[in-house]
């Protein structure tokens, strides 16, 4: 059973526009979120977090937003550009369990110039 | 620089060996772990390390073991009873072991096993 998903193997957007990644959880006692991208050949880099008690963080271009009721979190990513092409990848954390998180499958994304 | 090593980049071996997969860091942090990825797929926790000494399993541990006697080091041991060894493999290390703090990561090692 796989608690964090990411439904959307890969998207494709137009430099300049919004990129909206998804990512949906199954266990409620998960309690913060990170986003990690990863480029070809090398390891995930950190890029995004959020504690379930806010329901949005921004960090320049890049914003998560929670919504603990859905179980439904996303990245937004405005305005997109080419070097962020990329797997991104959604990670979930509980925040008794050691700092262990569960990661989805990522997402594809290809930003088009 | 502060980081994490893995080494090597590749590795191949034959079925029924033991292979040990290298992992350095020099940002004093006292959590390790190891992932291992297969195509498709996100990253799938194989054993982490609260602190020297000590460590735990993760999700799919079997065929694996591990080793923290210094801080900055946390080798994996993929042994001949893991079925299916060839894969992709993270080390990633945060400051602490919690939920709250993100995972470096290093560059990974791709082990291929004919």
């Known amino acids: 059973d796989q608690q964090v998903k990411q439904n959307s193997p890969s998207l494709s957007v137009q430099e300049g526009r919004i990129s909206i990644l998804n990512c949906d959880y199954t266990?409620?006692?998960?309690?913060?979120f990170l986003w990690y991208k990863k480029y070809p050949a090398e390891g995930p880099t950190f890029l995004i977090s959020?504690?379930?008690?806010?329901d949005k963080n921004e960090d320049g271009r890049f914003t998560v937003f929670l919504n603990k009721s859905a179980k439904h979190l996303s990245l937004h990513i405005v305005p997109s550009q080419p070097g962020d092409s990329a797997v991104y990848f959604c990670?979930?954390?509980?925040?008794?369990?050691?700092?262990?998180?569960?990661f989805g499958d990522g997402t594809t994304l290809t930003v088009k110039p | 620089d502060g980081g994490i090593t893995q080494s090597p980049k590749y590795l191949f071996r034959k079925e029924g060996q033991n292979v040990t997969l290298s992992c350095e860091q020099n940002?004093?942090?006292?959590?390790m772990y190891w992932y291992r990825q297969d195509p498709g797929q996100g990253l799938r926790l194989i054993y982490y390390?609260?602190?020297?000494?000590?460590?735990q399993k993760g999700d799919i541990a079997e065929g694996y073991s591990v080793s923290r006697e210094k801080k900055e080091s946390f080798p994996l041991t993929v042994t001949s009873a893991q079925k299916n060894p060839t894969a992709f493999y993270l080390c990633?290390?945060?400051?602490?072991?919690?939920?709250?703090?993100?995972?470096?990561f290093g560059p990974g090692t791709r082990l291929t096993v004919t």
């Open positions: 990633a290390s945060s400051i602490v072991a919690a939920a709250d703090y993100e995972q470096y």
């Open positions: 266990n409620s006692m998960f309690d913060y």
């Open positions: 959020i504690s379930s008690i806010k």
């Open positions: 990670a979930a954390s509980e925040g008794t369990n050691a700092g262990k998180s569960t």
């Open positions: 940002l004093n942090h006292d959590a």
């Open positions: 390390s609260q602190i020297v000494n000590d460590f």
